[in-house]
């Protein structure tokens, strides 16, 4: 069965620096997607980013970016020049290709000091 | 472009009460989901749809949860009876396709007292 892991229920970045946020995933598929979401405190589920595995370069949405290592089946998320809108709580989230349900992970909140 | 529309947006109900919550997919998408956040158990999926046939419906806890989507632009989720340990948020989310990036809804803050 798949399982996403995300290792630490809480970080904490100050303002402008950077920050990253673990992931691991287990999964004997070739066929699949790997995505990050970001929950504010509105409950909103947005979409940052997303990384099919038959790409081997690494996506980036503006200040955000994927290291997606496939071999060791991690896929961390790096978010630069930290703002204070980016204090959410973070899900990393995993879909075989042919099927249609994601599978989180358990979530990282994430502050951000001013 | 409208998002996905969910409501009613906070529902708060008594044990044994009929509950239904709805969605709006966004228009042009084909695979509709229905998922389920709560403290203990995360998100998780409860059934999803693919051209309004249900795909994959083993999350469904039990009996007493059933989904419809009746057309393309609309799907249901009713509990009946409701209990206290369906008090979550209920999320809805659309896709193009099975293979597409899912888009979310606001949720539905159920409480059952």
């Known amino acids: 069965a798949q399982t996403v892991t995300q290792s630490q229920p809480e970080m904490s970045v100050q303002e402008a620096e950077t920050v990253t946020l673990s992931c691991t995933y287990d999964t004997s598929e070739s066929d699949y997607y790997l995505f990050w979401y970001k929950q504010p405190p509105s409950r909103q589920m947005i979409l940052v980013i997303r990384q099919e595995a038959y790409k081997q370069q690494n996506a980036t949405e503006n200040r955000f970016s994927v290291n997606f290592q496939k071999a060791a089946k991690s896929f961390s998320l790096k978010i630069s020049d930290s703002q204070l809108g980016d204090a959410a709580m973070y899900f990393c989230?995993?879909?075989?290709?042919?099927?249609?349900?994601?599978?989180f992970g358990k979530g990282t909140k994430l502050s951000v000091k001013p | 472009d409208a998002g996905v529309i969910q409501s009613p947006r906070h529902e708060v109900t008594e044990m044994g009460q009929e509950v239904t919550l709805r969605c709006k997919p966004i228009s042009g998408h084909n695979s509709l989901f229905w998922y389920r956040q709560t403290m203990m158990r995360g998100l998780e999926l409860l059934i999803y749809f693919n051209n309004n046939v249900p795909i994959d419906d083993s999350g469904m806890p039990e009996d007493r949860f059933s989904a419809k989507m009746p057309n393309a632009s609309f799907s249901t989720l009713k509990i009946q009876p409701s209990e206290p340990r369906d008090s979550a948020v209920y999320f809805c989310a659309s896709s193009l396709s099975r293979r597409e990036t899912q888009y979310f809804g606001p949720g539905t803050r159920l409480l059952v007292l």
């Open positions: 989230a995993y879909r075989y290709g042919s099927q249609g349900n994601l599978i």
